[in-house]
């Protein structure tokens, strides 16, 4: 049911990123659940991990791993291998190693990541046994199969490109996403990796990974629940041929920033368009905060109420369930009396209250269509964020109930 998320885009090739898709049976037979990805040598690889103090296995094996110059990415799905303890943990270290031993590298050249069930043991020998099909299937074209390789419960993959010209080069940005549900990141999205194969320092890669994912990634919610599993990785080739991008300014590294921020945009609104049950993709706007933080609660106290998201997807304008969310979001010494909330550019209250001009027909209107942007002036401050969500509908709660059935 996904709100306005059409087909994949063209996903251009990059150069000395190579995807291999394969089938181990993880959760269904023949279902394509095994995606291995090749960096060619001198890559430069940043991460972003969940902070969900469950983690799974893969995540801590990734994180630990990250600084050793990896190589080659190894997602499964199907199967989260999180909260499985000890065991889980070795089973995801024996899929590093069966990798590394077929690719020719060190085990800790390799990067796990799981999605799927929590709390059921990663089935290491199916893995394994699906490597050596995926790496024969490597491929710098094979975006769009692992797009749906690395699917759950999504209806559709997920991906974005750019390229742009460095210093008389061409450069390609690419990348794929998956998530559909317990999507409230606190880093980056469910799974998420982009490849460039522009020529950029490990730190100034870095930072722009966080910088970016703050910016989209960290900007999106299904259901308010922060996974145990999200990884969002940046993977630079250097095989472009610009001159190396050693510092976070310049007009190199101003071009390669807006491109990746852009391709991260795009995935993780493809993720909310994609979100379980969604009917409606609804931006949260508020402006006029005092700071930061003041607006990311607004905006989340808005974005997570169930009795706002349910009215989204009756499209009833029930406009005082707003008001109510915004003043349980603990903004200090808020005044309501100079808050207006608007439903598109339909102005609903003002100065705290009804606004005198509005009619219940005009928020009806808004309310029924496929996308909404509700957008809150706070008159505190000059700051502003931006937040995506969707609507709560029953298709959601039979998604999620039926999940392990």
């Known amino acids: 049911m996904a709100v306005g998320l059409g087909p994949l885009p063209t996903l251009h090739p990059v150069p000395g990123f190579r995807l291999g898709i394969a089938s181990a049976g993880i959760k269904r037979a023949g279902r394509k659940d095994i995606v291995v990805m090749e960096a060619a040598e001198g890559s430069t690889i940043a991460g972003v991990f969940t902070r969900n103090a469950f983690c799974a296995a893969p995540v801590t094996l990734a994180k630990q791993h990250l600084p050793s110059s990896p190589r080659y990415l190894l997602v499964n799905t199907g199967n989260a291998n999180a909260g499985t303890g000890k065991p889980g943990m070795q089973a995801a270290i024996r899929t590093c ?39 024969e299937n490597l491929g710098e074209d094979h975006w769009a ?183 349980r979001a603990g903004v200090p010494d808020l005044d309501v009396e100079k808050i207006d909330v608007y439903l598109d550019e339909v102005c609903i209250t003002r100065n705290g209250g009804r606004a005198e001009e509005y009619r219940e027909e005009q928020g009806a209107r808004i309310m029924a269509q496929a996308e909404i942007t509700i957008r809150i002036e706070l008159g505190r401050g000059d700051c502003s964020e931006t937040l995506w969500t969707t609507d709560l509908s029953h298709e959601y709660v039979r998604i999620n109930a039926e999940y392990r059935t």
């Open 145 to 327: 199969q692992a797009a749906e390789g690395i699917m759950t419960t999504d209806t559709l993959p997920k991906g974005a490109s750019r390229q742009i010209t460095l210093g008389g080069k061409t450069v390609t940005i690419t990348g794929i996403s998956k998530g559909a549900g317990m999507i409230k990141p606190d880093m980056a999205t469910m799974l998420g990796y982009i490849a460039t194969d522009a020529s950029v320092s490990a730190q100034v890669l870095q930072g722009l990974l966080r910088e970016s994912s703050d910016l989209s990634f960290n900007r999106i919610t299904i259901d308010g629940d922060t996974s145990t599993n999200d990884c969002c990785m940046l993977i630079a080739t250097g095989l472009a041929g610009n001159p190396q991008i050693t510092e976070a300014r310049g007009t190199d590294y101003e071009a390669l920033a807006e491109a990746v921020k852009a391709v991260m945009l795009e995935l993780a609104q493809a993720i909310v368009r994609d979100g379980e049950g969604a009917t409606k993709f609804v931006t949260v706007q508020v402006n006029g905060g005092g700071n930061r933080n003041e607006c990311l609660d607004v905006g989340y106290a808005v974005a997570h109420s169930p009795l706002i998201k349910t009215a989204l997807f009756a499209s009833d304008p029930n406009w005082g369930r707003i008001l109510a969310a915004v003043g």
């Open 97 to 135: 190693e069966a990798l590394a031993g077929l690719a020719g590298v060190a085990t800790e050249q390799v990067l796990p990541f799981s999605t799927g069930v929590i709390g059921e043991l990663l089935p290491a020998d199916k893995v394994i046994g699906a490597l050596p099909a995926a790496l």
